[in-house]
Protein backbone atom coordinates (compact mmCIF):
# COMPACT_ATOMS: atom_id res chain seq x y z
CA UNK A 1 0.00 0.00 0.00
CA UNK A 2 2.62 2.45 1.14
CA UNK A 3 4.64 1.71 -2.21
CA UNK A 4 1.53 2.23 -4.49
CA UNK A 5 1.03 5.50 -3.07
CA UNK A 6 4.63 6.58 -3.18
CA UNK A 7 4.58 5.85 -7.00
CA UNK A 8 1.46 7.88 -7.54
CA UNK A 9 3.41 10.91 -8.33
CA UNK A 10 5.12 8.60 -10.74
CA UNK A 11 2.14 7.17 -12.78
CA UNK A 12 0.51 10.67 -12.58
CA UNK A 13 3.78 12.48 -13.95
CA UNK A 14 3.38 9.48 -16.88
CA UNK A 15 0.12 10.49 -17.51
CA UNK A 16 0.33 13.75 -17.95
CA UNK A 17 3.74 13.82 -19.93
CA UNK A 18 1.31 11.12 -22.39
CA UNK A 19 -1.06 13.63 -22.78
CA UNK A 20 1.57 16.75 -22.89
CA UNK A 21 3.44 13.89 -26.00
CA UNK A 22 -0.33 13.56 -28.10
CA UNK A 23 -0.44 17.55 -27.45
CA UNK A 24 3.27 18.14 -29.51
CA UNK A 25 2.54 15.97 -32.22
CA UNK A 26 2.55 18.36 -35.01
CA UNK A 27 0.38 16.41 -37.24
CA UNK A 28 -2.61 17.23 -34.64
CA UNK A 29 -5.10 19.99 -35.36
CA UNK A 30 -6.90 21.39 -32.84
CA UNK A 31 -9.26 23.45 -34.57
CA UNK A 32 -10.35 20.45 -36.92
CA UNK A 33 -13.87 19.63 -36.76
CA UNK A 34 -14.97 16.64 -37.02
CA UNK A 35 -17.68 15.86 -39.85
CA UNK A 36 -20.62 13.56 -39.24
CA UNK A 37 -21.42 13.86 -43.21
CA UNK A 38 -18.76 11.18 -44.01
CA UNK A 39 -20.38 7.78 -44.85
CA UNK A 40 -23.87 10.09 -44.71
CA UNK A 41 -26.25 10.61 -47.61
CA UNK A 42 -25.33 14.16 -48.87
CA UNK A 43 -28.39 17.33 -48.09
CA UNK A 44 -30.86 17.46 -50.02
CA UNK A 45 -30.64 20.98 -51.59
CA UNK A 46 -31.55 22.47 -55.14
CA UNK A 47 -29.76 25.69 -56.03
CA UNK A 48 -30.32 28.17 -59.38
CA UNK A 49 -27.54 29.33 -61.54
CA UNK A 50 -25.74 32.24 -60.68
CA UNK A 51 -27.43 34.37 -62.70
CA UNK A 52 -25.05 35.43 -65.63
CA UNK A 53 -23.89 32.66 -65.81
CA UNK A 54 -24.44 29.78 -68.35
CA UNK A 55 -23.53 26.99 -66.16
CA UNK A 56 -26.49 25.20 -64.96
CA UNK A 57 -27.71 25.19 -61.23
CA UNK A 58 -27.06 22.24 -58.68
CA UNK A 59 -29.20 20.02 -56.92
CA UNK A 60 -28.41 17.09 -55.19
CA UNK A 61 -30.15 14.70 -57.67
CA UNK A 62 -27.05 16.50 -60.42
CA UNK A 63 -24.70 14.04 -57.16
CA UNK A 64 -26.73 10.69 -57.59
CA UNK A 65 -26.00 8.08 -60.43
CA UNK A 66 -22.98 9.94 -61.87
CA UNK A 67 -20.90 6.94 -63.17
CA UNK A 68 -17.47 7.89 -61.10
CA UNK A 69 -17.90 9.79 -57.44
CA UNK A 70 -17.58 13.75 -58.40
CA UNK A 71 -16.40 16.59 -56.07
CA UNK A 72 -18.38 19.52 -54.82
CA UNK A 73 -16.86 22.75 -54.20
CA UNK A 74 -17.85 25.64 -51.71
CA UNK A 75 -16.25 28.52 -53.16
CA UNK A 76 -16.90 32.28 -53.22
CA UNK A 77 -15.19 35.24 -55.35
CA UNK A 78 -14.78 36.82 -51.77
CA UNK A 79 -12.62 33.86 -50.69
CA UNK A 80 -8.94 35.00 -51.39
CA UNK A 81 -7.88 31.05 -50.60
CA UNK A 82 -10.59 29.98 -53.00
CA UNK A 83 -8.08 31.64 -55.93
CA UNK A 84 -5.58 29.71 -54.98
CA UNK A 85 -7.53 26.96 -54.79
CA UNK A 86 -8.67 27.21 -57.87
CA UNK A 87 -5.64 26.58 -60.08
CA UNK A 88 -5.17 23.41 -58.40
CA UNK A 89 -9.30 22.03 -59.20
CA UNK A 90 -8.50 23.10 -62.74
CA UNK A 91 -5.81 20.68 -63.32
CA UNK A 92 -7.32 18.05 -61.56
CA UNK A 93 -10.18 18.75 -63.95
CA UNK A 94 -7.95 18.99 -67.22
CA UNK A 95 -5.31 16.67 -66.43
CA UNK A 96 -7.17 13.84 -64.42
CA UNK A 97 -10.37 13.90 -65.08
CA UNK A 98 -12.41 15.18 -62.43
CA UNK A 99 -15.37 16.02 -62.32
CA UNK A 100 -16.56 19.33 -60.50
CA UNK A 101 -19.06 21.22 -59.36
CA UNK A 102 -19.73 24.47 -57.40
CA UNK A 103 -21.52 25.85 -54.71
CA UNK A 104 -21.44 29.91 -54.84
CA UNK A 105 -21.47 30.52 -51.24
CA UNK A 106 -22.96 34.09 -50.07
CA UNK A 107 -21.49 36.29 -53.48
CA UNK A 108 -22.39 38.45 -55.12
CA UNK A 109 -23.79 36.98 -58.69
CA UNK A 110 -21.72 39.90 -61.08
CA UNK A 111 -18.45 38.91 -58.63
CA UNK A 112 -19.23 35.64 -59.19
CA UNK A 113 -19.13 36.15 -63.13
CA UNK A 114 -16.27 38.38 -63.14
CA UNK A 115 -14.10 36.04 -61.36
CA UNK A 116 -14.94 33.09 -63.15
CA UNK A 117 -14.68 34.85 -66.58
CA UNK A 118 -10.92 35.88 -65.14
CA UNK A 119 -9.63 32.56 -63.44
CA UNK A 120 -11.49 30.11 -66.33
CA UNK A 121 -14.81 27.98 -65.60
CA UNK A 122 -13.63 24.23 -64.18
CA UNK A 123 -17.12 23.74 -63.06
CA UNK A 124 -20.10 21.59 -64.49
CA UNK A 125 -22.38 23.05 -62.57
CA UNK A 126 -22.47 25.40 -60.26
CA UNK A 127 -25.36 26.04 -57.53
CA UNK A 128 -26.00 30.10 -55.75
CA UNK A 129 -26.30 29.97 -52.29
CA UNK A 130 -26.87 33.33 -51.72
CA UNK A 131 -28.71 32.86 -48.49
CA UNK A 132 -25.61 30.34 -46.98
CA UNK A 133 -28.15 27.82 -45.75
CA UNK A 134 -27.11 25.24 -48.39
CA UNK A 135 -24.13 25.56 -46.60
CA UNK A 136 -25.24 24.83 -43.05
CA UNK A 137 -26.85 21.59 -44.55
CA UNK A 138 -23.30 20.74 -45.31
CA UNK A 139 -22.27 21.62 -42.56
CA UNK A 140 -20.07 24.04 -43.96
CA UNK A 141 -17.98 25.69 -41.30
CA UNK A 142 -16.36 28.23 -43.53
CA UNK A 143 -14.96 28.79 -47.42
CA UNK A 144 -13.82 26.94 -48.94
CA UNK A 145 -14.77 23.43 -48.40
CA UNK A 146 -14.51 20.08 -51.15
CA UNK A 147 -16.40 17.04 -50.76
CA UNK A 148 -16.17 13.61 -52.53
CA UNK A 149 -19.65 12.37 -53.32
CA UNK A 150 -20.10 8.54 -54.54
CA UNK A 151 -22.47 8.11 -57.39
CA UNK A 152 -25.22 6.59 -54.40
CA UNK A 153 -25.05 10.40 -53.30
CA UNK A 154 -23.02 8.99 -49.79
CA UNK A 155 -19.90 11.60 -48.75
CA UNK A 156 -16.89 9.90 -48.79
CA UNK A 157 -14.82 12.59 -48.24
CA UNK A 158 -14.22 16.18 -46.51
CA UNK A 159 -11.61 18.65 -47.30
CA UNK A 160 -11.51 22.06 -44.85
CA UNK A 161 -10.15 24.66 -46.53
CA UNK A 162 -7.94 25.46 -49.58
CA UNK A 163 -6.74 22.28 -51.27
CA UNK A 164 -3.04 24.00 -51.72
CA UNK A 165 0.29 23.01 -51.21
CA UNK A 166 1.85 19.76 -51.49
CA UNK A 167 0.46 17.94 -48.42
CA UNK A 168 -3.14 18.82 -48.91
CA UNK A 169 -3.10 17.84 -52.98
CA UNK A 170 -1.31 14.58 -51.85
CA UNK A 171 -3.58 14.06 -49.30
CA UNK A 172 -6.77 14.94 -51.80
CA UNK A 173 -5.35 12.96 -54.56
CA UNK A 174 -5.03 10.07 -52.00
CA UNK A 175 -8.57 10.57 -51.46
CA UNK A 176 -9.56 10.73 -54.64
CA UNK A 177 -7.86 7.20 -56.13
CA UNK A 178 -9.66 5.55 -52.77
CA UNK A 179 -12.97 6.89 -54.11
CA UNK A 180 -12.05 6.35 -57.09
CA UNK A 181 -13.02 9.47 -58.39
CA UNK A 182 -10.48 9.74 -60.99
CA UNK A 183 -11.03 7.45 -64.37
CA UNK A 184 -8.56 4.83 -64.88
CA UNK A 185 -4.87 5.37 -66.10
CA UNK A 186 -5.39 9.31 -65.58
CA UNK A 187 -3.16 10.02 -62.42
CA UNK A 188 -0.28 7.97 -62.58
CA UNK B 1 -10.95 62.18 -11.55
CA UNK B 2 -14.84 62.48 -13.12
CA UNK B 3 -13.11 62.55 -16.33
CA UNK B 4 -11.64 59.67 -15.67
CA UNK B 5 -14.93 57.87 -14.75
CA UNK B 6 -16.21 59.19 -18.44
CA UNK B 7 -13.73 57.37 -19.70
CA UNK B 8 -13.84 54.22 -18.16
CA UNK B 9 -17.52 54.19 -19.13
CA UNK B 10 -16.64 55.01 -22.48
CA UNK B 11 -14.06 52.16 -23.12
CA UNK B 12 -16.63 49.57 -21.31
CA UNK B 13 -19.25 50.48 -23.95
CA UNK B 14 -17.59 48.39 -27.03
CA UNK B 15 -18.55 45.22 -24.65
CA UNK B 16 -22.08 45.90 -24.24
CA UNK B 17 -22.31 45.62 -27.77
CA UNK B 18 -24.29 42.59 -28.69
CA UNK B 19 -23.63 40.08 -32.02
CA UNK B 20 -27.66 39.60 -32.13
CA UNK B 21 -28.53 42.32 -34.62
CA UNK B 22 -31.98 44.35 -34.40
CA UNK B 23 -33.17 42.46 -37.19
CA UNK B 24 -32.68 38.84 -36.34
CA UNK B 25 -34.54 39.07 -33.54
CA UNK B 26 -38.03 38.10 -33.29
CA UNK B 27 -41.24 40.21 -32.53
CA UNK B 28 -42.72 37.34 -29.87
CA UNK B 29 -40.78 38.19 -26.63
CA UNK B 30 -40.70 34.68 -25.17
CA UNK B 31 -39.67 32.94 -28.87
CA UNK B 32 -36.80 35.44 -28.80
CA UNK B 33 -35.63 34.66 -25.08
CA UNK B 34 -35.88 31.26 -26.30
CA UNK B 35 -33.98 31.58 -29.47
CA UNK B 36 -31.42 33.65 -26.90
CA UNK B 37 -30.87 30.40 -24.42
CA UNK B 38 -30.77 27.77 -27.51
CA UNK B 39 -27.89 29.78 -29.14
CA UNK B 40 -26.04 30.21 -26.10
CA UNK B 41 -25.67 26.48 -25.93
CA UNK B 42 -24.30 26.14 -29.61
CA UNK B 43 -20.91 26.72 -30.50
CA UNK B 44 -19.95 29.30 -33.56
CA UNK B 45 -18.08 26.72 -35.54
CA UNK B 46 -15.89 29.86 -37.14
CA UNK B 47 -14.27 30.92 -34.20
CA UNK B 48 -15.23 27.82 -32.06
CA UNK B 49 -14.37 28.60 -28.55
CA UNK B 50 -17.73 31.33 -28.53
CA UNK B 51 -21.36 30.55 -28.68
CA UNK B 52 -23.58 31.55 -31.40
CA UNK B 53 -25.38 34.02 -29.61
CA UNK B 54 -22.33 36.35 -28.86
CA UNK B 55 -20.48 35.72 -32.02
CA UNK B 56 -20.36 37.79 -35.43
CA UNK B 57 -19.57 35.38 -37.25
CA UNK B 58 -21.10 35.16 -40.68
CA UNK B 59 -21.97 31.25 -40.06
CA UNK B 60 -23.20 32.28 -36.29
CA UNK B 61 -25.44 34.93 -37.87
CA UNK B 62 -27.35 32.33 -40.28
CA UNK B 63 -27.56 29.66 -37.46
CA UNK B 64 -29.14 32.16 -35.25
CA UNK B 65 -31.36 33.01 -38.01
CA UNK B 66 -32.01 29.21 -38.72
CA UNK B 67 -32.58 28.42 -34.79
CA UNK B 68 -35.32 31.17 -34.59
CA UNK B 69 -37.03 29.86 -37.80
CA UNK B 70 -37.14 27.00 -36.09
CA UNK B 71 -38.88 27.92 -33.55
CA UNK B 72 -41.09 29.84 -35.23
CA UNK B 73 -42.57 27.11 -37.53
CA UNK B 74 -43.04 25.47 -34.04
CA UNK B 75 -39.96 23.40 -33.35
CA UNK B 76 -39.56 22.64 -29.36
CA UNK B 77 -36.00 23.81 -28.16
CA UNK B 78 -34.83 20.36 -28.28
CA UNK B 79 -35.68 19.56 -31.74
CA UNK B 80 -34.14 22.69 -32.68
CA UNK B 81 -30.52 21.84 -31.14
CA UNK B 82 -31.49 17.83 -32.56
CA UNK B 83 -32.02 19.93 -36.07
CA UNK B 84 -28.35 22.02 -36.03
CA UNK B 85 -26.38 18.67 -34.34
CA UNK B 86 -27.30 16.44 -37.62
CA UNK B 87 -25.86 19.14 -39.71
CA UNK B 88 -22.63 20.10 -37.59
CA UNK B 89 -21.96 16.93 -35.08
CA UNK B 90 -22.08 17.11 -30.98
CA UNK B 91 -19.02 19.47 -31.64
CA UNK B 92 -21.65 22.81 -31.78
CA UNK B 93 -23.09 21.67 -28.72
CA UNK B 94 -20.97 23.82 -26.11
CA UNK B 95 -22.42 21.18 -23.54
CA UNK B 96 -21.60 18.04 -24.30
CA UNK B 97 -24.31 15.08 -24.31
CA UNK B 98 -24.50 12.53 -21.95
CA UNK B 99 -23.84 8.78 -24.14
CA UNK B 100 -20.92 6.16 -23.41
CA UNK B 101 -18.53 8.18 -25.25
CA UNK B 102 -18.72 10.86 -23.33
CA UNK B 103 -19.15 9.28 -19.66
CA UNK B 104 -14.99 9.38 -19.45
CA UNK B 105 -15.38 13.31 -19.45
CA UNK B 106 -18.47 13.54 -17.57
CA UNK B 107 -17.69 11.05 -14.59
CA UNK B 108 -14.17 11.39 -14.02
CA UNK B 109 -13.95 14.25 -12.00
CA UNK B 110 -16.10 13.01 -9.72
CA UNK B 111 -14.19 9.51 -10.23
CA UNK B 112 -10.95 11.29 -9.11
CA UNK B 113 -12.68 13.39 -6.53
CA UNK B 114 -13.79 9.93 -4.66
CA UNK B 115 -10.46 8.27 -5.41
CA UNK B 116 -8.76 11.40 -3.46
CA UNK B 117 -10.90 11.43 -0.62
CA UNK B 118 -10.57 7.39 -0.33
CA UNK B 119 -6.64 7.27 -0.73
CA UNK B 120 -6.16 10.31 1.11
CA UNK B 121 -8.76 9.58 4.10
CA UNK B 122 -7.50 5.88 4.41
CA UNK B 123 -4.12 7.21 4.22
CA UNK B 124 -5.40 9.96 7.61
CA UNK B 125 -7.03 6.85 9.41
CA UNK B 126 -4.64 4.47 9.24
CA UNK B 127 -1.87 6.94 10.33
CA UNK B 128 -4.55 8.31 13.65
CA UNK B 129 -4.98 4.67 14.36
CA UNK B 130 -1.69 3.65 14.36
CA UNK B 131 -1.60 6.55 17.11
CA UNK B 132 -4.32 5.38 18.99
CA UNK B 133 -3.24 1.55 19.74
CA UNK B 134 0.63 2.63 20.65
CA UNK B 135 1.22 1.93 24.15
CA UNK B 136 3.38 5.24 25.73
CA UNK B 137 5.42 2.91 27.75
CA UNK B 138 5.61 3.18 31.82
CA UNK B 139 8.40 5.67 31.43
CA UNK B 140 6.69 8.27 28.82
CA UNK B 141 3.00 7.47 31.54
CA UNK B 142 4.98 8.61 34.90
CA UNK B 143 6.42 12.12 32.35
CA UNK B 144 3.12 12.57 31.61
CA UNK B 145 1.23 12.64 34.57
CA UNK B 146 3.79 14.41 36.58
CA UNK B 147 3.41 17.07 34.19
CA UNK B 148 -0.07 17.13 34.30
CA UNK B 149 -0.39 17.04 38.21
CA UNK B 150 2.31 20.08 38.28
CA UNK B 151 -0.53 21.52 35.73
CA UNK B 152 -3.62 20.99 37.87
CA UNK B 153 -0.90 21.88 41.03
CA UNK B 154 -0.80 25.26 38.87
CA UNK B 155 -4.60 26.07 38.43
CA UNK B 156 -5.31 25.33 42.13
CA UNK B 157 -2.91 28.25 43.38
Not at chain 1, 83 to 96: P, Y
Not at chain 1, 143 to 169: H, K, M, Q, S
Not at chain 2, 17 to 42: C, F, G, H, Y
Request: hydrophobic residues 45%.
Amino acid sequence: MKRLIAGLPFIAAVIFGGFFLWGLNPDRDPNEIPSVLISQPAPAFDLDPVPGLETPGLARSDLVGNERPVVVNVFASWCVPCRAEHAVLTRFVEREGMRLFGINYKDKPEDAVKWLNDLGNPYERIGSDLSGRTGIEWGLSGVPETFIVDGDGTVLFRYVGPVVGPDAVERFTQALKQAGALPNGAGS
Amino acid sequence: MRQLIFAFCIGLLPFAANAVEPDEMLTDPVLEQRAREISKDLRCVVCQNQDIDSSNAGVARDLRLLVRERLVVGDSDAEVIEYIRARYGDYVLLKPPLEPATYALWFAPIAFVLIGVFVGGGLLMSRRKQEAFEDLGSEDENTVSEILRQNEAGDAS
